[in-house]
């Protein structure tokens, strides 16, 4: 799908490994030097593996311009443990919800309305594949992403342990979209 600005999202292949590296990289050095919302550590989440495992099961999505990584997200059936026994909006089965993984844009590219348009394609690709509901986890600490979120339609549905507490990771915002 191409959008403003000549910018493209489409599935990842294994072509786009190493840029994919290089933007988990780049956004993790950036919340090294400034302030970690995220939480992610640079080599241990997010890592190639991800990235491999997403292209394999075609699941990753890469945002790019003129062929340069801008931003990368997964989308999947898959939920979190964490996630039972929540009180949703609607009861729905695992196979009418995708999760959102790994949302990142580049921290060059901030501002520009990439993180916006990726939840906008998230949400096509959801209804092109007869989901009813997007779903996401965000840490709580991390406040850019949720005011996107947000400003996107997500709505808070709960606070939750990810078993993250080892690595200082303790709270979890769930965030749902009805589609």
């Known amino acids: 799908m191409t959008i403003?600005?000549?910018?493209?999202i489409r599935l990842g292949t294994p072509e786009d490994l190493d840029a994919l590296v290089q933007l988990y990289d780049a956004?993790?050095?950036?919340?090294?030097?400034?302030?970690?919302?995220?939480?992610?550590?640079?080599?241990?989440?997010?890592?190639?593996?991800?990235?491999?495992?997403?292209?394999?099961d075609g699941i990753l999505y890469l945002a790019e311009e003129d062929g340069e990584a801008m931003g990368s997200f997964i989308l999947s059936?898959?939920?979190?443990?964490?996630?039972?026994?929540?009180?949703?909006q609607a009861d729905l089965p695992e196979r009418d919800v995708l999760t959102?993984?790994?949302?990142?844009v580049d921290p060059q590219k901030r501002g520009r309305g990439i993180g916006r348009e990726m939840l906008h394609f998230a949400a096509s690709q959801g209804l092109a594949q007869g989901a009813k509901a997007?779903?996401?986890?965000?840490?709580?600490?991390?406040?850019?992403?949720?005011?996107?979120?947000?400003?996107?339609g997500f709505r808070y549905i709960d606070t939750v342990s990810l078993g993250l507490e080892d690595i200082g990771l303790d709270r979890f915002l769930l965030y749902e979209k009805l589609l």
């Open 4 to 8: 403003e600005n000549n910018m493209t």
């Open 27 to 56: 956004v993790c050095d950036h919340m090294a030097a400034a302030v970690n919302y995220t939480g992610w550590k640079k080599g241990a989440y997010p890592a190639r593996q991800d990235a491999e495992e997403g292209i394999r």
């Open 77 to 88: 059936h898959r939920q979190e443990d964490a996630y039972d026994g929540v009180k949703w």
């Open 100 to 104: 959102i993984y790994t949302f990142m």
């Open 134 to 152: 997007i779903r996401l986890d965000v840490y709580e600490k991390n406040l850019p992403a949720i005011k996107l979120y947000e400003s996107a």
